[in-house]
Nanobody
Framework: QVQLVESGGGLVQPGGSLRLSCVASGSIASIDVMAWHRQAPGKQRELVASISSPGTTYYVESVKGRFTISRDNAKNTVYLQMNSLRPEDTAVYYC????????????WGQGTQVTVSS
């Protein structure tokens, strides 16, 4: 019904930058909320950042000032610009979409690996 496809992960040195992208496709009129979650080995999945359709954003404290979430509603795409990356940012990053007009309303991408290491 709805597919989310992430891209942009990879290996980067501490202090480096990466930009993640996620494109949603399918029977979509509009997406209420798009977000990025991450899951590190042995840890629970956590919400990193979210953005509503009008553009209201949320960031987990650990990424404030370093990560920026944005979206292109016309392209059903969400981005995560990650700067000043740290080893503790290493995780699989998952794209998420909440679409209130669909049943079910919640959708996840397959995940993209981000590794921060020297």
């Amino acid at each position: 019904q709805v597919q989310l496809v992430e891209s942009g992960g990879g290996l980067v040195q501490p202090g480096g930058s990466l930009r993640l992208s996620c494109v949603a496709s399918g029977s979509i009129a509009s997406i209420d909320v798009m977000a990025w979650h991450r899951q590190a080995p042995g840890k629970q999945r956590e919400l990193v950042a979210s953005i509503s359709s009008p553009g209201t954003t949320y960031y987990v404290e650990s990424v404030k000032g370093r990560f920026t979430i944005s979206r292109d509603n016309a392209k059903n795409t969400v981005y995560l610009q990650m700067n000043s990356l740290r080893p503790e940012d290493t995780a699989v990053y998952y794209c998420y979409a909440f679409i209130s007009t669909l049943t079910p309303p919640r959708y996840w991408g397959q995940g993209t690996q981000v590794t921060v290491s020297s």
